[in-house]
């Protein structure tokens, strides 16, 4: 195996280094910049026209490309007008080309998509560019792209395709506002964003905006850390295509197209995208599929007005490893597999592999904009939205589910495992078929499918020095969550456990609690959920000179109720209304051309999550969250940059107070134990982050970044315990005393938890991250690249488990500290007339080892050798490549 990858590694670096001899050429190089503010534009679209030969300029606005001679350059940036320019034979520099605004356009994205701009915003930011999406994704997750700047901490958690997660400034996804050309990304019942979704964005992608803190979101329920907004193409595709086959290890194959009319004469525009994504996957049993397809149409009528119909998608399926599936450091030592073991992989009978994750999902994504071009002074932004989500993911269910699980609590689970290590499903499956009860442990697939309808609304207008906004943001979701038998693991029949666990009449009906259920029956739970969100928000933003002001705010309600078809009988709940605003308010001012501060400072108040946060266990009953208040959260944040032809900085320090954390948890194991409503959860995330690009000497840039985040709870934290369907509970778990009398609510004898957190690290995320990048152009449309990731300051995720009485928690296990260094190289070249870019990537270049998730097993505890046994964890990929090719004609 070792061999087969050394040759393959030889094979790619060997290819990369292709030398074709070219046409003499002519080198014109400039700058872009604004033509009203002077700044550098960054991201231009530069083109030969006639040819599909092209670049895009960089942070300083500076740009280098090749042409015949006797051609002409296009200009084309979204928000400016075009700019033609004839180039003849020999050496050219245009030195500084001044691009003027187009409102029309600059409106579009910055109205509807939120994005910030350099010098202007008050806000901290990092953007992405498809050229860097192209030359360093390779085979890594979409958000493992964003590693490189502040504040970041994305991992592959179990290893599955699409099975990633992001953390931002120490918050975790649920709390990081995901929008794609303004329309929120995030679930509406618990926050999340699940990457294996959205596939195919690295294609289609041309700007990709990190927004740290406050950020420049003008929908009216914002997030606590930050915004990753995501624009892709649309009048200002280019006419043209492309095709592209790409390799990489353990199967890796990805063939896609697009094609793009650009914007015709009769102001119509067609983008297509779609493409195709197989593998193996490098995790043990994790094979995938996935499909991606992007389309869009756009008319623009007349001077005044744009419509734009946009539709995209990304169905696949998956293997997984489960994330909760992590081992203590020295088990993972004995596998012969090594970091790739996957503890839920084996096989059934007749040799089957199997395993008992499995993820499938299709959430198609369309939205109809149209912008409006009132006069020259104002404007109406509008999107027109729905997302329509089908699928779900594989577990287990039954008396003896835990059987099905590769783990618990980091030990190995053995009841069925080979010699080998693999998991015996073929014994389990013979011992269900012998059982005279049925099935123990089976797999059922809970389906998570939705409808999702939504507006956002803009109108902008100017007033001397002002630009005043203001709009609608409306949601509306109803969400259908059912579990359905899908294997019975070798039984005839399975009786639902759980349906002894019923609130309704049925629950005294044998017939029905020990009915034998088959393939296709439901079990475990059955209901629907509604989410219906109305918001307003305003803006007001004074630029004149050097100097940029703004303060905003937002009013929105919260709506929350569901159906339970399967514990009650189709009853609706209680419907929960929760008010949420947003106030703030920032400044920038320009120094002079190479200085810059801003400074920022709002309060959020946001209503806590549907599930997790209203409802107290949202699948097995009605039962509601009466301790549910809205979170908090205030920030601050200052801010300095500083800019020249050479040199781009950018040192940000913030300090964000996150209070009344809405935190529900069980008492016990068990899944009909008491539960807690906890309430007074705070924590303080504070730091610096620096961001520099270095241009020395021509052909090379380097890039650094440094990220000391102080991540912390700041207090503790209590509440009263309930049984599964609300009643108050004893010490005991009983909802009654010794003489049969109810527990009164909040009385003596009403069980009661504390939880001391106070001075406890947040966990999850590594708080220092630095990075440091080299890319070189070696020879002459040849560019090589390393990349150095450093990731410290590393605590264990754990668990805020709650105990009946009182609990002191310690600070978590520390992950040691790890550098991973990545290696990318492409090479432009002609094949019959048409330009071709060959790209290759090696991530983690000297195969390093560490450890990228953890669990503290024992948080209350403090043991000298804690991660003996103390500890569970997931280590990251090893070595990985890819290689591809691009034609675009």
Do not use: C
């Amino acid at each position: 195996m070792k061999i087969r990858q050394l040759k393959r590694v030889t094979f790619l670096v060997t290819t990369l280094f292709w030398a074709f001899a070219a046409a003499a050429q002519t080198t014109v190089k400039g700058q872009l910049t604004d033509a009203a503010t002077g700044e550098p534009l960054v991201g231009v679209s530069i083109s030969v026209q006639g040819t599909t030969r092209g670049t895009v300029s960089d942070l300083d606005g500076m740009f280098t490309i090749e042409t015949a001679g006797n051609e002409t350059l296009s200009f084309k940036y979204v928000g400016y007008k075009p700019v033609l320019k004839g180039i003849k034979t020999g050496a050219v520099d245009l030195k500084t080309i001044a691009m003027e605004s187009d409102a029309f356009a600059l409106d579009d994205v910055i109205i509807t998509s939120s994005i910030a701009v350099e010098r202007q915003t008050p806000v901290a930011l990092s953007s992405i560019t498809p050229q860097i999406i192209e030359e360093k994704l390779g085979t890594k997750e979409f958000p493992e792209i964003l590693n490189s700047t502040p504040g970041v901490y994305a991992t592959k958690q179990g290893g599955g395709f699409g099975d990633s997660r992001i953390n931002l400034r120490g918050f975790e996804s649920a709390n990081v506002a995901v929008m794609v050309n303004g329309v929120p990304m995030n679930d509406m019942e618990w926050g999340g964003v699940y990457w294996s979704n959205w596939a195919g964005l690295g294609d289609v992608t041309r700007l990709m905006q990190v927004q740290r803190g406050l950020g420049a979101s003008k929908v009216s329920a914002p997030s606590v850390g930050g915004s990753i907004n995501i624009i892709t193409k649309s009048t200002d595709a280019k006419k043209g295509g492309a095709v592209s086959y790409a390799m990489g290890n353990d199967g890796y194959n990805k063939v896609s197209f697009s094609v793009s009319t650009g914007l015709m004469d009769n102001g119509w525009a067609i983008t297509l995208l779609g493409a195709k994504t197989s593998g193996n996957g490098y995790i043990q049993g994790t094979e995938f599929e996935g499909y991606s397809y992007f389309f869009n149409i756009a008319k623009r009528i007349g001077t005044s007005q744009q419509l734009s119909l946009t539709a995209f998608g990304a169905p696949q399926w998956h293997n997984q490893r489960y994330n909760g599936d992590k081992l203590f450091i020295s088990d993972w030592q004995t596998k012969k597999d090594g970091y790739r073991y996957n503890p839920s992989y084996g096989f059934a009978n007749n040799g089957q592999r199997k395993t008992a994750s499995y993820n499938y999902y299709h959430k198609p994504q369309i939205s109809l904009n149209h912008l409006w071009d009132i006069n020259e002074k104002s404007n109406i932004s509008t999107a027109l939205y729905t997302s329509i989500g089908r699928g779900g993911g594989y577990g287990a269910r039954g008396n003896n589910s835990n059987d099905l699980y590769g783990t618990t609590n980091g030990v190995l689970n053995t009841k069925y495992r080979t010699i080998e290590g693999y998991m015996d499903y073929a014994q389990l499956e013979a011992d269900n078929a012998a059982n005279p009860n049925g099935s123990q442990a089976i797999i059922a697939s809970s389906r998570n499918e939705h409808n999702w309808y939504g507006l956002l609304s803009t109108y902008t207008t100017k007033i001397q020095n002002i630009d005043l906004y203001t709009g609608i943001d409306m949601r509306y979701y109803e969400g259908m969550h059912d579990a359905i038998i899908v294997d019975l693991m070798g039984g005839e029949f399975f009786i639902d456990p759980d349906r002894a666990n019923l609130l309704n009449s049925r629950r005294n009906d044998p017939a029905y609690t020990n009915a034998r259920l088959r393939e296709g029956d439901i079990v475990y739970r059955d209901n629907t959920g509604y989410v219906a969100q109305e918001g307003v928000f305003a803006q007001a933003e004074y630029s004149k000179n050097a100097l940029n002001v703004f303060v905003s705010g937002s009013l929105s309600n919260s709506s929350y109720w569901k159906i339970d078809h399967f514990y009650l009988n189709n009853e609706k709940s209680a419907v929960g209304n929760f008010l949420g605003y947003t106030a703030k308010g920032g400044a920038n001012y320009n120094l002079n051309p190479l200085h810059n501060v801003f400074a920022n400072i709002g309060y959020i108040s946001r209503a806590p999550f549907m599930s997790g946060g209203y409802f107290t266990n949202i699948h097995r009953s009605n039962v509601v969250n009466k301790d549910a208040v809205n979170e908090k959260v205030f920030s601050i944040e200052l801010g300095y940059g500083f800019r020249s032809q050479y040199l781009t900085a950018n040192l940000n320090l913030y300090r964000t107070n996150w209070l009344d954390r809405t935190t529900i948890r069980t008492l016990g194991d068990g899944q009909n134990d008491p539960v807690v409503n906890l309430t007074g959860i705070d924590a303080l995330h504070q730091g610096i982050e620096l961001e520099v690009v270095a241009k020395p000497i021509k052909r090379l840039e380097i890039k650094g970044m440094l990220s000391l985040g102080d991540w912390r709870w700041i207090n503790n934290a209590s509440g009263y315990v309930y049984s599964k369907d609300g009643q108050p509970v004893n010490k005991s778990g009983k909802p009654i005393d010794a003489n049969d009398n109810p527990i009164a609510e909040f009385s003596t004898d009403h069980d009661r938890v504390i939880m001391n957190l106070e001075n406890v690290k947040v966990g999850n995320s590594a708080q220092t991250t630095a990075f440091l990048g080299v890319q070189y152009e070696l020879l002459k449309n040849f560019n090589t690249g390393l990349d150095f990731h450093w990731y410290a300051d590393n605590y264990a995720d754990f668990k805020i488990s709650a105990n009946s009485g009182e609990t002191t928690y310690i600070t978590p296990w520390k992950i040691p500290a790890a550098g991973i260094l990545d290696f990318n190289a492409n090479y432009r070249f002609k094949i019959g007339g048409l330009d071709a870019t060959l790209y290759g990537n090696i991530d983690n270049l000297l195969n390093q080892e560490y450890i990228a998730d953890a669990q503290d097993l024992t948080p209350t505890t403090a043991e000298p050798d804690e991660w003996k046994n103390g500890v569970s964890v997931i280590y990251g990929f090893g070595r990985t490549y890819s290689v591809s090719l691009k034609v675009k004609f």
